[in-house]
């Protein structure tokens, strides 16, 4: 399939994860690719083999920082048809332990970091009909003890998604969000559980199905960027094993 040919698509977190496999499944659909994340040494892993587009390091937490990567997408590749938001930082904590560093990262990374790139994208995404698919996850849609911050982040993205989709809906632009469960990522094999935990509690989240990889996630997100998907617009497309279901 080429799906994205003469496409250029923005992918945060690009450097391991959900991120890497989703730049690497679009380039492989014809995109040119702009990779974003902090980790530099990822993100030339990540473009190994890719033959059209480039990377650049960015915290998507800073207004200024987010608008100059896409100038520096268009500088260099022409334009944005595709933004997907797909960084994203987990912790799990007892409520009692929530500092204000933890809580201002994952908000900062999970909902400003959307708010900012899409800001700036938009323009360029409305002129072209493009496409933007927001990363969410099942913890945003129930609720997950322990995961206060990650929770509410999660929440709040596909709340955006869905007032962004209201806003521009009279707009040619497509805004929607995938909703994964567990996947088998860097992020997840190191994220540390707090101490006294209820593990009954916490079970009620692993589902009855394995974890998602990567690729499978890719996969939709490219379905939901495409215009196959054209009749999409404000949905949140659940892709957790039936995690959510019941």
């Known amino acids: 399939m080429r799906r994205f040919e003469d496409k250029v698509a923005v992918v945060t977190g690009a450097?391991?994860?959900v991120g890497r496999a989703t730049a690497r499944r679009l380039a492989g659909e014809g995109a040119t690719v702009f990779g974003i994340d902090l980790n530099e040494a990822g993100l030339a892993e990540t473009f190994e083999g890719i033959d059209k587009g480039s990377h650049l390091v960015v915290?998507?937490?800073?207004?200024?920082?987010?608008h100059a990567a896409i100038s520096t997408c268009v500088d260099r590749?022409?334009?944005?048809h595709v933004l997907c938001n797909v960084a994203?930082?987990?912790r799990?904590?007892?409520l009692a332990d929530v500092t204000e560093d933890?809580?201002?990262?994952?908000?900062g990374v999970n909902v400003g970091g959307i708010i900012w790139m899409a800001q700036a994208a938009m323009p360029y995404l409305i002129e072209v009909g493009g496409s933007m698919v927001n990363v969410g996850s099942s913890s945003g849609l129930m609720g997950c003890a322990y995961q206060t911050t990650y929770s509410a982040s999660k929440g709040a993205v596909i709340q955006l998604t869905r007032t962004l989709a209201m806003e521009f809906v009279r707009s040619s632009v497509r805004i929607n969000c995938v909703a994964p469960g567990g996947v088998t990522t860097p992020m997840t094999a190191t994220v540390e559980f707090p101490e006294d935990l209820d593990w009954d509690l916490l079970g009620r989240y692993a589902g009855f199905r394995e974890m998602s990889s990567p690729d499978e996630l890719a996969a939709v997100i490219a379905f939901v960027a495409s215009d196959e998907?054209?009749?999409?617009h404000?949905?949140?497309i659940s892709a957790d094993y039936g995690i959510t279901t019941g």
């Not at 590749?77 to 944005?80: D, L, R, S, T």
């Not at 998907?229 to 999409?232: I, K, P, R, V, W």
């Open 15 to 17: 450097a391991s994860g």
């Open 229 to 232: 998907a054209s009749a999409m």
């Open 102 to 107: 933890e809580f201002r990262l994952i908000m």
């Open 92 to 94: 799990t904590n007892h």
């Open 88 to 90: 994203g930082v987990l």
């Open 59 to 66: 915290d998507i937490t800073e207004r200024a920082a987010a």
């Open 234 to 236: 404000g949905s949140i």
């Open 77 to 80: 590749h022409g334009g944005v």
